[in-house]
């Protein structure tokens, strides 16, 4: 494999990226337009959910981590034993299809089940397109280049959200009607098929490394849940417990709040450019100090977000709260980029490919916890259900940080790896 990664000129490194960065931002643009309007989609309403409305859209939503949990891991040997971007290009493709087809119903049952294949397609495509960045990044670089990635990931999920959540802006003040909202799965499919396009116009002659055999199951699954990952990765599982279950309702509830839903998305949309600029200066930080450091810059964070949105949950959207809690979102993406290095340094002991899918796996885990914890902690609190998910959450990640700091006792390397510019 490393033979067939050696490129004296450059090009197979530069393509390859870039063709996944692309791909990527694709991907997740689509998805975002899709989730946040599916709890519209899904009940035919803007605002004012009821308790049996909410564990429907819980119930739907739940299905696409399901489906990417079950299958990731086998995704991951895929990525290993067949290629990275035939199991990319099949993943986009399946997704593709499947978001056409969402148009041409609302019977739970069938979006459910449809929902499920999203998962499977979102797994394939999120374990294969870490595992080219990990081959294509040394350990020095490895937290620029999965800053990169991560950049793309989040930027594309905002931009595509901010999409949504401008839409049903136009729905609510009348520009636009709820026939129009499948046309909205439609453009998620073409969005795709773009993104497929661009990135197969980029490696289509590129060499491809050979695939590998990889572990059996059982040493994977033992590398999986050893100490060392589960450190790195159960503080993901954390953080996607809170963005689960956040993700699915705020575009349906974000009109209730007082704020136009085109200001939200012009936000949101901001947001997104944003993480362009700053999720690969993190990763150049965590190369340079260390990813203990900027893992724990991110969850300090994460922590404050939360703390300052119960406020604001609390005594209404005051500006000075909104203030804060909008500059502590900038120190919490420092996570991503130094866990998923974190995660790629530890790739030694496993075939990359499912090294990665252990990424995707937690995080899908991370979504459908979030989404049964969330919506049945206010269904029985109200508000202070709110509370107290966040406040267990923001418990959790100090605890899990502070174990894996004091495990690795991790300090920042002898000597800058990676300038920072």
């Given at each position: 494999m490393a033979a067939a990664l050696t490129d004296p000129t450059g090009r197979a490194h530069a393509r390859s990226l870039l063709a996944v960065f692309g791909a990527t931002f694709f991907v997740r643009f689509a998805f975002g337009i899709t989730l946040a309007v599916f709890a519209t989609y899904i009940t035919g309403k803007l605002t004012g959910l009821s308790g049996s409305d909410?564990?429907?859209?819980?119930?739907?939503?739940?299905?696409?981590?399901?489906?990417?949990?079950?299958?990731?891991?086998?995704?991951?040997?895929?990525?290993?034993?067949?290629?990275?971007?035939?199991?990319?290009f099949a993943g986009m493709g399946g997704a593709s299809?499947?978001?056409?087809?969402?148009?041409t119903t609302r019977s739970i049952a069938a979006l459910a089940a449809l929902n499920f294949f999203f998962g499977i397609a979102s797994g394939a495509i999120l374990a294969s397109s870490l595992t080219v960045v990990?081959?294509?990044?040394?350990?020095?670089?490895?937290?620029?280049?999965?800053?990169?990635?991560?950049?793309?990931?989040?930027?594309?999920?905002?931009?595509?959200?901010?999409?949504?959540?401008?839409?049903?802006?136009?729905?609510?003040?009348?520009?636009?009607?709820?026939?129009?909202?499948?046309?909205?799965?439609v453009i998620g499919a073409l969005t795709l098929i773009a993104g497929l396009a661009f990135a197969g116009y980029l490696v289509r002659h590129l060499p491809r490394p050979a695939p590998v055999r990889g572990e059996g199951i059982g040493a994977i699954l033992r590398h999986a849940f050893g100490r060392s990952?589960?450190?790195?990765?159960?503080?993901?599982?954390?953080?996607?417990m809170l963005i689960g279950y956040i993700l699915v309702f705020v575009g349906n509830a974000s009109a209730s709040v007082g704020f136009s839903d085109l200001y939200i998305a012009l936000g949101i949309g901001a947001g997104g450019a944003l993480l362009v600029v700053t999720q690969p200066?993190?990763?150049?930080?965590?190369?340079?100090?260390?990813?203990?450091?900027?893992?724990?810059v991110g969850v300090g964070g994460f922590v404050g977000v939360m703390l300052f949105a119960c406020l604001a949950l609390a005594y209404g959207p005051r500006l000075e709260l909104i203030?804060?809690?909008?500059?502590l979102v900038l120190p919490a993406l420092a996570y991503g980029p130094a866990a998923l290095a974190a995660l790629a340094d530890l790739a030694h002991a496993l075939s990359r490919g499912t090294s990665m899918a252990i990424y995707s796996l937690t995080i899908s885990l991370g979504m459908i916890l979030g989404l049964v914890a969330g919506t049945q902690l206010v269904a029985r609190f109200g508000n202070d259900g709110f509370y107290l998910f966040f406040g267990t959450i923001a418990v959790a990640l100090v605890v899990l940080t502070a174990v894996r700091y004091r495990d690795t006792g991790e300090t920042a390397p002898p000597r800058p790896t990676t300038p920072v510019r």
């Open positions: 909410e564990g429907t859209v819980g119930l739907v939503a739940a299905m696409a981590p399901i489906g990417e949990f079950s299958t990731v891991l086998a995704s991951g040997l895929a990525t290993d034993r067949v290629g990275r971007f035939p199991v990319l299809v499947m978001f056409g087809l969402v148009a990990a081959d294509r990044s040394s350990a020095d670089e490895r937290g620029l280049e999965m800053g990169r990635f991560d950049a793309m990931n989040l930027a594309g999920w905002l931009g595509g959200y901010a999409f949504g959540i401008a839409i049903l802006g136009f729905l609510e003040d009348g520009r636009l009607n709820l026939a129009f909202l499948p046309y909205v799965f990952v589960l450190l790195v990765t159960l503080p993901w599982l954390v953080i996607y200066r993190f990763g150049q930080l965590a190369d340079r100090y260390g990813r203990s450091r900027l893992m724990g203030v804060p809690l909008g500059i």
